[in-house]
């Protein structure tokens, strides 16, 4: 089995910000993502928050990243890790993926979120059918069309900024009677014109082959009524990888996040966390931050 100092777990903007930290102090280095490094920041049509860039892409700025990344450290795409077992001696972790096995002296998880559903009824019927959450992905096919985007944070009013600058017509709707989102959002949303039903939620979403109409509730008043759209776009949360960590004996708070102290060090010795995983703000620069505690401190308790 190869050996590694570091194995990171995840290419996200966590991860690859540890990989590019890791690569540059000399550790022999290793980054593993299911997937295509950036998961779901991929999906992120444009950052305005990010230091450097007045504006950019999630895809444009991860492929920035993974160049970097991948200069000092290995990283392997498409391979999904199956466990972790904890070892007796220097190379404390056996890593299993579905290709291979690794052995490392530390194990960083960047493992990141999947997309919160609705759960309201026709939602997985429809998911693929006019159903989305992914405006990046899916937001050209809705053209001039008629769509709702749900939820009330960033994302949300950010992807239905998005959306409405590609020519659909976006309704907002959000279960509170305010967004979360940020105030300047709010005021692009009010600007752009981009209409918005408060205290309601998505009860249904109904059509035959395609989403052709939602059943929308009150949340005062316990009123249902249909609103006849071509698409649904969901934003309402993410909820956090933490299967492996669990595997390992991490603790994690009453959330499903990582409980990870000033060092991104978790309960467990010698295993990190950092990203959407762990308890805080879910935003790009502060996964990248805590990348670069977390091979920090890994490179100091190794050394």
Same mark, same amino acid.
């Given at each position: 089995m190869e050996k590694y100092d570091i194995i990171i777990i995840g290419a996200g903007p966590g991860?690859? &910000?540890?990989?590019?930290?890791?690569?540059?102090?000399?550790?022999?280095?290793?980054?593993?993502?299911?997937?295509?490094?950036?998961?779901?920041?991929?999906?992120?049509?444009e950052m305005e928050n990010y230091p450097g860039f007045e504006?950019?892409?999630?895809?444009e700025l991860i492929e920035k990243m993974k160049v970097q990344a991948t200069?000092?450290?290995?990283?392997?795409?498409?391979?999904?890790?199956?466990?972790?077992?904890?070892?007796?001696?220097?190379?404390?972790?056996?890593?299993?993926?579905?290709?291979?096995?690794?052995? #490392?002296?530390?194990?960083?998880?960047?493992?990141? #979120?999947?997309?919160?559903h609705l759960n309201a009824k026709g939602e997985?019927?429809? $998911?693929?059918?006019?159903?989305?959450?992914? $405006?990046?992905c899916d937001g050209f096919?809705?053209?001039?069309?008629?769509?709702?985007?749900?939820?009330?944070?960033?994302?949300?009013?950010?992807?239905?900024?998005y959306l409405n600058n590609?020519? $659909?017509?976006?309704?907002?709707?959000?279960?509170?009677d305010e967004f979360r989102a940020q105030k300047h959002l709010q005021n692009q949303i009010k600007e752009a014109g981009i209409k918005t039903i408060l205290n $309601?939620?998505?009860?249904?979403?109904?059509?035959?082959?395609?989403?052709? #109409?939602? &059943?929308?509730?009150? &949340?005062? &008043?316990?009123?249902?009524?249909?609103?006849?759209?071509?698409?649904?776009?969901? #934003?309402?949360?993410?909820i956090p990888h933490t299967e492996l960590a669990q595997q390992l004996g991490v603790e994690l708070d009453e959330s499903g996040h990582i409980i990870i102290d000033k060092n991104q060090k978790t309960n467990?010795?010698?295993?990190?966390?950092?990203?959407d995983v762990c308890i805080g703000l879910k935003q790009w620069v502060v996964a990248c931050g805590e990348g670069a505690v977390a091979a920090t401190s890994a490179y100091h308790d190794i050394s």
């Amino acid at each position: 089995m190869e050996k590694y100092d570091i194995i990171i777990i995840g290419a996200g903007p966590g991860g690859l &910000t540890a990989a590019i930290y890791a690569g540059r102090q000399g550790t022999k280095n290793l980054i593993i993502d299911r997937d295509l490094a950036g998961g779901i920041g991929r999906e992120v049509p444009e950052m305005e928050n990010y230091p450097g860039f007045e504006n950019i892409s999630g895809l444009e700025l991860i492929e920035k990243m993974k160049v970097q990344a991948t200069k000092n450290t290995e990283l392997h795409e498409m391979e999904n890790v199956l466990e972790i077992t904890k070892n007796d001696d220097e190379y404390r972790f056996t890593v299993k993926t579905d290709k291979a096995e690794y052995l #490392s002296k530390t194990v960083i998880l960047a493992t990141g #979120s999947s997309h919160r559903h609705l759960n309201a009824k026709g939602e997985d019927v429809f $998911a693929g059918k006019g159903v989305s959450y992914c $405006a990046t992905c899916d937001g050209f096919f809705f053209q001039g069309r008629d769509i709702i985007m749900v939820g009330g944070g960033n994302s949300a009013l950010q992807e239905a900024l998005y959306l409405n600058n590609l020519g $659909a017509n976006v309704t907002l709707i959000h279960r509170r009677d305010e967004f979360r989102a940020q105030k300047h959002l709010q005021n692009q949303i009010k600007e752009a014109g981009i209409k918005t039903i408060l205290n $309601a939620t998505v009860e249904e979403i109904k059509g035959e082959m395609l989403v052709e #109409s939602v &059943t929308l509730k009150d &949340t005062k &008043t316990g009123e249902l009524t249909d609103l006849p759209i071509n698409g649904v776009f969901i #934003s309402v949360g993410y909820i956090p990888h933490t299967e492996l960590a669990q595997q390992l004996g991490v603790e994690l708070d009453e959330s499903g996040h990582i409980i990870i102290d000033k060092n991104q060090k978790t309960n467990v010795d010698y295993v990190y966390a950092i990203g959407d995983v762990c308890i805080g703000l879910k935003q790009w620069v502060v996964a990248c931050g805590e990348g670069a505690v977390a091979a920090t401190s890994a490179y100091h308790d190794i050394s």
